[in-house]
């Protein structure tokens, strides 16, 4: 072969690895591994269908899961509008003052002490588990207070509501019979021959008779009951401890739901370190939808589940991921939560979660956005309790502190 053609071949064989690498340049970066970890909200297996004798799932255990924050968080499917700014005119005080005592009245003259839990009935009236003043309250409309059962002393007395006894009244439920259903957190109390009873169901009927549910399960007394919810759908009462949901049909025969293996992080549907996290709930509210849906707050790990009326169990707002952080709108697993306490539900599937200082809203998407009144910072509240809502006037009632706030959602 001459110079010459050995030169051209040279040159081709140059030519040639220049436009190799050029392509290579111009080439999308690849897509990630199928190995590599999954993004939160890859699927795992769901809890068992409802109802469940035990409530337990037998959960394989996984890979170790990396630390949230070596997690990628996928970009948002949806952003939530921002709330319409309510007129400062939109919040008032129905009734309470900011001196605790105990005393019937209208409005501001009318004294709680340490409330807990309120709900509505189907005429708007507000009822009220006085908690420290050991008895339960009604408010009218027009905010005038009075005792339907309790002395304002702690006991343990059926019969008429007002010679009927109380003891740490801590949440309550209202039917459409206007029969109310109260849960009595117990101090602990353990003897040698018998398990204590820590909770107590109690019953006050439109005629304000008071009576003790007796359940075929009397055991789930020895729990210590943090919340109670009157499901309109089914005619049945469904209650929780920190970590476990049970049914209470009309018969006040319990079934449990849910326990706390099934709450386990691996449920979750978000891929984080349950040690890191703990994997046990602390379960704090609980609602159900028209479509016979379960949404329950977890407060400990800020997320709010949804237990579908099939059985499937997920994370549906909120999350472990900002588990340091303070509270952000956003949609599903992106949204924060500071420490939620209690829900309420419309009918149209909308929540309101009672957020430390604030009340957050939940579109059926599962978008969270914050609700603003003119004028007032988002936690122009003191430690909110509770909330109930009147769906017919589209008024929601605030419980914080001494004081019950009525918020007109309607306002503009």
Not at 54 to 80: F, K, N, Q
Not at 103 to 116: H, M
Not at 284 to 296: A, K
């Amino acid at each position: 072969m001459g110079v010459s053609e050995n030169l051209g071949v040279k040159m081709g064989r140059f030519h040639a690895a220049a436009i190799c690498l050029i392509l290579a340049a111009c080439q999308p970066l690849l897509p990630p591994s199928p190995t590599a970890s999954p993004l939160p909200g890859a699927s795992q297996r769901p809890s068992p269908s409802l109802p469940s004798a035990s409530g337990a799932s037998s959960i394989p255990v996984g890979s170790p899961s990396p630390l949230a924050s070596d997690v990628p968080l996928p970009a948002p499917s949806m952003t939530p509008q921002p709330e319409l700014v309510l007129p400062a005119s939109a919040l008032t005080v129905l009734a309470g003052s900011d001196v605790a005592g105990f005393q019937d009245g209208k409005g501001e003259f009318a004294k709680f002490n340490k409330p807990f839990s309120l709900a509505v009935d189907n005429k708007g009236y507000v009822y009220i588990a006085d908690t420290y003043n050991h008895a339960i309250r009604k408010i009218s409309p027009d905010g005038q207070v009075s005792t339907i059962a309790g002395i304002g002393k702690p006991g343990y007395i059926d019969g008429e509501g007002k010679t009927s006894q109380f003891q740490y009244p801590k949440v309550l439920t209202v039917d459409d019979s206007e029969q109310i259903f109260v849960i009595e957190g117990l101090p602990f109390q353990k003897t040698v021959s018998t398990d204590s009873v820590l909770s107590r169901i109690r019953k006050i009927n439109k005629t304000k008779e008071v009576s003790t549910l007796k359940l075929d399960n009397p055991t789930v007394t020895f729990l210590p009951l943090s919340d109670i919810y009157w499901d309109k759908n089914s005619d049945s009462i469904y209650i929780h401890s920190l970590d476990s949901i049970f049914l209470i049909n009309k018969e006040f025969n319990v079934t449990k739901l849910l326990d706390k293996n099934d709450f386990s992080l691996l449920n979750s549907k978000m891929n984080v370190d349950s040690a890191r996290f703990g994997d046990y709930p602390r379960l704090e509210g609980i609602v159900v939808g028209n479509d016979g849906n379960i949404f329950v707050n977890d407060s400990e790990r800020r997320i709010i589940w949804r237990i579908k009326k099939e059985g499937s169990l997920s994370a549906y707002v909120g999350g472990v991921h900002f588990q340091n952080s303070d509270n952000l709108d956003g949609c599903n697993h992106l949204a924060r939560f500071y420490f939620p306490r209690s829900l309420v539900i419309s009918s149209q599937n909308f929540l309101y979660v009672a957020e430390s200082l604030m009340v957050r809203k939940v579109n059926p998407e599962g978008c969270v956005s914050t609700l603003q009144i003119e004028g007032k910072s988002e936690s122009v509240f003191g430690t909110i309790f509770d909330l109930a809502l009147d769906e017919a006037k589209n008024i929601l009632y605030i419980l914080s502190e001494n004081k019950v706030y009525k918020l007109d959602l309607n306002a503009r």
